[in-house]
């Protein structure tokens, strides 16, 4: 049996932060192997057995992350903040977070066992999701919101650059946004996790991955043209640091991929 799954997109304040929240139930018998993308995005994990619940916060990736089947629960919510979109949750800058596997009590205190028990103590997988986003909504009308001063420029930057055709250099996007380069570095390490720069090479590398997957023989050549590589030896060796393998053996390996990490 393969593991069944479904999607809620917040409402409300909550949209401008987050993607989305997916509960994803394992079958007895299904493959539960899961990889990662990067994609400068962190993500919220709730998982649960029978007998216990856990949490954790994904930071944002400059790598592939791989989880084997056999240590994937039978029940996984998780929530997946755009883009910039998780510092308001967790009172660090997310920085702190990048490359690394965080324990929400160690973020939330007390706060992050509460509702860990309220969870498990929940029957339907649709309660539990209703109880994440409202503590997470909650989480943003509270005072304790880490709110940068510098936030709004990372925000105008981020849209930049992923609506952008061609992605800019990072001192003319600090130009256009009027602050200095340190000053728009700084600012991505304390919204994204990750410098501007490493996240236009992330975005770069997502919409080749994209187009890749529009086409039932995916010209590399073509693709790097089009998505901003230098030449086709340039997107393998950029597939090769971010992922560990040649872009083909990527496609190869795709249907153990998590798509959604490439369909924004």
């Given at each position: 049996m393969t593991p069944s799954s479904f999607q809620h997109a917040p409402t409300g304040p909550l949209s401008g932060f987050i993607r989305g929240i997916r509960a994803v139930e394992r079958g007895p018998h299904g493959d539960g192997a899961y990889v990662r993308l990067p994609d400068g995005e962190a993500e919220l994990i709730f998982r649960f057995t029978p007998t216990r619940g856990d949490a954790y916060v994904v930071g944002t990736r400059l790598r592939v992350f791989h989880k084997q089947?056999?240590?994937?629960?039978?029940?996984?919510?998780?929530?997946?903040?755009k883009p910039g979109g998780a510092y308001p949750f967790f009172g660090v800058p997310?920085?702190?977070?990048?490359?690394?596997?965080v324990s929400l009590d160690t973020l939330w205190g007390r706060d992050g066992a509460l509702l860990r028990e309220a969870l498990c103590e929940t029957p339907d997988v649709a309660g539990r999701v209703q109880q994440v986003e409202a503590a997470l909504a909650g989480?943003?009308?509270?005072?304790?919101?880490?709110?940068?001063?510098?936030?709004?420029?990372?925000?105008?930057?981020?849209?930049?650059?992923?609506?952008a055709t061609?992605?800019?250099?990072?001192d003319a996007l600090a130009r256009e946004?009027?602050?200095?380069?340190?000053?728009?570095?700084?600012?991505?390490?304390?919204?994204v996790g990750m410098g501007p720069k490493a996240f236009a090479r992330i975005v770069r590398f997502?919409?080749?991955?994209?187009?890749s997957r529009r086409m039932p023989t995916p010209d590399w050549g073509a693709i790097a043209a089009a998505t901003g590589y230098y030449d086709q030896a340039h997107l393998i060796t950029e597939f090769r640091?971010?992922?560990g393998v040649t872009p083909r053996a990527l496609l190869r390996a795709d249907g153990h991929a998590d798509r959604a990490t490439a369909s924004g």
């Open positions: 089947g056999d240590d994937v629960p039978p029940l996984a919510i998780a929530v997946r903040f997310m920085s702190e977070l990048n490359e690394r596997v989480r943003l009308r509270s005072g304790s919101v880490f709110e940068p001063a510098s936030a709004h420029v990372v925000r105008r930057a981020v849209r930049t650059l992923t609506r061609e992605l800019p250099r990072v946004l009027g602050v200095s380069e340190r000053q728009l570095r700084r600012a991505f390490d304390d919204v997502q919409r080749a991955v994209r187009a640091e971010l992922t």
